[in-house]
DNA sequence: TAAATGTTGTTATAGCAACAACAACAGGTG
DNA sequence: CACCTGTTGTTGTTGCTATAACAACATTTA
């Protein structure tokens, strides 16, 4: 009849990250598949072992995921999977409500101690990682953002966030390349790392990573090259910042000069 | 500084729900009572072994819910908590997506294969998934609701959707008592179960639980009349719903006359 | 009727994987 | 050396997974 084996295999993965376990998830797909079942058809059908049909059935009653008859041999029907869905997600969104505020309190309560900002630096892995920061930092630029960054940087979503940016805060871009359109308030400049003059010899190699500055305050360094390796470094901190400010400008310098 | 229990101790197994483990938990609920910590300080901070800190951090840090800063030795800070659970609750969420794209597929494929809804009696167990039953019955009915049954069955939340819907069904309640407003559009009787005449003998102790009938085609019977062992039956079976219906005509008859 | 057979629902228990907790060790620093 | 960091490996515990065995009951067969 419908063959056991023909549904994705990561589907119980994925019911159980909504709170189920590896049995209930493969009972509750094998009720779907018909109207009504014993538990001896929900064993055949599921191969959860007869045994143990029993307490996961108990458990699924209890998360009100299936019905029992009343006939004997009792059987059992499943509830249709977007009300299944809905139940799980549900408890889980209370959950996180509950976990959101408590975690909240927790943090409120240091911040409300807390003078100055970090003197620290942190570390962001991978380009995925850095995408998503520099994201988030584009966004919450309220006066200027000025990058140095290889192309590879620039995905999509950045390209578009700068783009409805470029009207509110001033946007300074240099890169090797840039594809698709340049909106007329962005101040971008193309140039290869290789022509490069003598006097900023060393800084070059940067360029195959990059620097992006956020409002006079916060700098991010991309100091890993490789697509697989990529590392950032980021910081508020004053020395950290003035530095790179420092090195930014050289850079800025040559290119609006050539 | 800060008492390390002084947070609800059911926050731990709220995380737990949302894919975190209870180590993943306590030293992420620890940084967030700190701007940024070790990972000794961090042991110190939540309780969790030293040397446990380590593999646990880097799962975080996998999550996106904690940055490492660069210097030596390494200093951890969390990710604000509204960040936390948005992240952890999309994951879940497009697992939830997911899994109920792959579920409605299975479970079309059965309800196209099937003719006539089922000819079976279900159980549901408890005062409370009765209720939550009834209000999906109110809730789905199409053309008329008849309720015989204790006013205990009438939560505030029943009555409320009675109330929404009166107007575009018609609703007929029996009852021994009835709290709050009545809807013009909604019949309501009033009658104590002691005062039934002799020949609906035996149908008494009947009203203690409670008939319910929808559409003249589903039909909810109360059975068990205490608050802890209160069960009720539902079918869609043609001969089922017809002997309730003429139960229910039965006492409808007298208490009209009445 | 009595014995044999099969099914349902329950209980006990062994196996297993992930997590939790701890001990030990190499490297570095004052 | 004494101390701290970061890593590795071992052990204990827990909860889910899996199998076996059993009592209760109905059905079949001699």
């Known amino acids: 009849m419908t063959r056991p084996s023909d549904n994705p295999p990561q589907l119980v993965g994925w019911l159980k990250s909504l709170g189920m376990t590896k049995y209930e998830a493969l009972v509750y797909i094998a009720l779907l598949k018909v109207t009504s079942a014993t538990a001896s058809e929900i064993h055949e059908l599921s191969g959860v072992p007869r045994a143990s049909v029993y307490p996961v059935l108990d458990q699924l009653r ?26 799980l997600t549900a408890r889980i969104g209370k959950n ?3 976990a959101l505020e408590s975690l909240t309190l927790i943090h409120r309560e240091r911040i409300a101690a807390e003078e100055g900002s970090g003197e620290l630096i942190w ?18 630029a309220t006066t200027d953002i000025r990058i140095i960054a290889h192309s590879r940087v620039f995905s999509e979503e950045i390209k578009d966030l700068l783009k409805q940016c470029a009207d509110q805060v001033s946007v300074e871009i240099i890169t ?14 193309l140039k290869k790392p290789s022509v490069l003059p003598k006097e900023l010899e060393g800084c070059g190699d940067m360029l195959a990573g990059g620097v992006c500055i956020i ?32 090195y930014y400008g050289l850079i800025v310098d040559w290119v609006r000069k050539a």
Chains 1, 2 share one sequence.
């Open 96 to 98: 996180a409500q509950q």
């Open 176 to 189: 090797p390349s840039w594809e698709g359109p340049v909106p007329a308030t962005m101040n971008l400049y």
């Open 123 to 140: 570390n962001i892995y991978g380009i995925a990682g850095i995408r998503k920061r520099l994201a988030e930092l584009i966004t919450h």
């Open 215 to 246: 409002d006079n305050k916060k700098v991010m360094v991309i100091v890993g090259s490789a697509e697989e390796d990529a590392v950032a470094l980021f910081s508020e901190s004053e020395g950290f910042v003035r530095f790179f400010m420092r």
């Open 62 to 87: 209890d998360k009100d995921l299936v019905s029992v008859s009343q006939s004997a041999p009792k059987r059992f029907a499943a509830i249709p999977p977007a009300d299944a869905i809905d139940k």
